[in-house]
Structures are given as structure tokens and as C-alpha cells.
């Protein structure tokens, strides 16, 4: 019977192309704007006012949209349409975009893969991007990731972008779309211009990261590691099987590796005994705070009766990570710290070096995410029942 099942599987994959998912994008939402200016990137593109077909603009026209009263109002060369809710354009063509320009604001134009819905909100409009998820991924990827890397390095962010898309499409669902375009969620400025990451996402199609469960995981990223990755739960208290701590030699000799601050011994000193009520005059509990030396990934500072948190002491004196030596010497407190940022999940410096020294991207994903599966993302229904989305709850990378 499983047999059966997993013939017609593979002969309904070979045979069609599953419908690739559109994914909502809430754009410009950080903005506030009554007018919008929208044109077709290529061919021809349909304009719907509520729900209902009124026309087409062509290519080397624009449909301007104001807010007048509570209505949308919109003019091209040879439509004019008014709305209560929405308007909406969509491309003919599959590939095709839109351009959108602001027209009182300096935000340069932008293109966007796929249709747009214009709604009102308050006295402001608001815009959504009904984007393929190929198409979102790589802008992304540009977005997130910049230039000047290698194609292992585009690939492996174009399968970590597209997991977590994927895993947080309910994160703005009582606002009417999936995700947003800050760092909220994930930066996208819209169409990706880079062939190099075009290709990179090409080749990844479809791609997604699950663990043991086939559940859709958290790819929660950081900067530089120091030199060894976090458990999630030594941070966050929730456990996940893929989130663990992993000795890292890529990144120790890149930007991010080091860090240093200096206090004096009574601003380090004040600073525990308000905190953490540390005594000054308790030399036991306080000696092993000022000359401290982690072997490895700690969570508390110093073998001491005090209880003092690292994750509270990086966010009270906005360190640049948890990962730091004390050093103290007559009236100076020197922090020498290693990495930038939480430190759970994937490294990015360590993984720019690994495709450097020609790592291709399954190796590098596998080094920082434990046991975990490529899989396609078409495939996800047939392993399970339940909705991919499931487990969107979690920490914010
Ligand atoms: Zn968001
Ligand atoms: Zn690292």
C-alpha cells in the first residue's frame, strides 16, 4: 500500500509541476501615504476595483491612486475606476512585475514581482504583494544577504530565507497578510537584480529545511559565533533538536571574531552589586566576577553563589555577545569578548568562510542546523497531514 503510495508520489511529481505558493507580502507599512503610483514592468496588467475586472493598462502607462474621503480613486491614460475597499493589479504575464513609485515621497522606485492590492487603512493606504515564493526568496536574499558572495553562500540563504517564510506565514495574520518587509520578518525591497542570487535560488527550487518530525524549522541565524554555537534553550528555555551547540573554526579570524569594552572597577562593581546585589565588600562572591575566563559557551558569569545571567548582562550593557573574558587590573575592568549576536543556530561569518574554502551549501547548513533534512516543499503534504506552517511560534531570529 505504501508502495503504491509512493509510486503515484513520484509518478504526480514528475509529471506536473506543483502551483508554486504566493506568499502576501505587507510592503511599505513603516510609510504613511494617500496616493501610489503603479506601472506595468512588462505586457499588459488588469486593474480589479473590489473584486470586479474594469480594464487593463499598458505597458508605458500608470495607474495613480488617491484616497479621496473614505474611496480609492484611480486614473490611467484611458481608465478611470473608484473603489470602497481595494484596488488590485495584476500582470498577465507570470514573470511580469510592477514598478511603484510614492509620488510624495523620495523613495526611488521600486519593482515588485507579481500583483499588488492597494486597501485603506485609516486616512493612509496600504500596499500587499501578492509574490511567487521563488521570486520573494531571491529578493531576500538580496536584501538580507548584499553582494560579493559566493554561490554556495546565496544558496544556502535562499533555502534559510524560504524556511523561514514558510514557517512564519502567520506571524501578521489578524492584519490581513503573512509577512512584513522589515526586519520584523525578513527585508525585501521587492525584484532581485543580482543574477548570481537568481541563480542560487533557481537551483535551490523549492528547497526547505525540516527536522526529524519533517516540521519546518526555526533557521534562526547571527552574525559570528566566537567560536561555538548556543542550545536554543540556554537562551530562550525552548529546546529544539537542531538548535545545538557546535565548535566552529570558520569564523575566528573574521570581522565580527573579537570584541572589547572597558569599565572602571567602580562602574563594574556598582553595576553588579545594583544588578545582581552583589557585595562589594564580599570578596568570594566578587572576585570571581572580576577575573573570569569561560572555557567554554557559559550561562551564568564566574563560579559564584550570585546567580549573574550572561544574556542579562549583554543586554543591560549591550555587549555584542555573551561570550567574554574579565579581566581586571588596579582600577581598569576589561571585557575581551568574542562573536556578535545571540549565537544560536547559523553562524554567518563562519558560513561565508566555509563556501570560501568551497563548502558547497548542504555542508554548511548541516554544520550549524543538527540533524536536519532538505526536503522539497511540495513534497511536505505527502509526509504529513498537517499544515506546513505549523510551528510558527518561537523565537524571532
Ligand atoms: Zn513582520
Ligand atoms: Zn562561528
Known sequence: MRLTALFLFLSTTLCTLAQEKVLRIGILRDRTFRNVLVMSQR??????????????????????????GKSL????????????ERIELVPRMETSGLRLRLPESKLAERTYPGGITITVEGNNLRLTNAVPIEAYTAGVVQAEAGKEHRQEYYKMQAVSCRTYALCNVRKHAPEGFELCDGVHCQVYHGACRQDSITMAVEATKGMVMV????????????????????????????????LRSTVDEYCRQEPHATWQRTFTRKEWVGYLEKRFNVKSADRQALEPLLNYEPTCRDIFMGNTTHRVPLKHVREDLKLKSTFFSVTTTGEQVVLNGRGFGHGVG????????????????????????????????????????????????????
Not at 505586457?43 to 479621496?68: M, Y
Open 43 to 68: 505586457g499588459v496588467c488588469t486593474v480589479f476595483a473590489d473584486g470586479e475586472r474594469k480594464g487593463e493598462i499598458q505597458v508605458n502607462d500608470g495607474l495613480r491612486v488617491d484616497l479621496s
Open 346 to 397: 547559523l553562524c554567518q561569518e563562519g558560513a561565508m568562510h566555509m563556501a570560501r574554502a568551497g563548502k558547497n551549501y548542504t555542508d554548511i547548513l548541516r554544520h550549524y542546523y543538527t540533524d536536519v533534512h532538505l526536503v522539497d516543499v511540495n513534497s511536505l503534504d505527502f509526509f504529513r497531514d498537517e499544515d506546513p506552517s505549523t510551528g510558527s511560534a518561537g523565537p524571532k531570529r
Open 211 to 242: 527536522d526529524a518530525d519533517i516540521k519546518l524549522i526555526h533557521a534562526l541565524f547571527h552574525s559570528n559565533c566566537g567560536g561555538e554555537t548556543m542550545n536554543a534553550e540556554d537562551l530562550w528555555s525552548k529546546r529544539e533538536p537542531y
Open 73 to 84: 480613486v484611480a486614473k490611467s491614460l484611458n481608465l478611470s475606476v473608484t473603489a470602497k
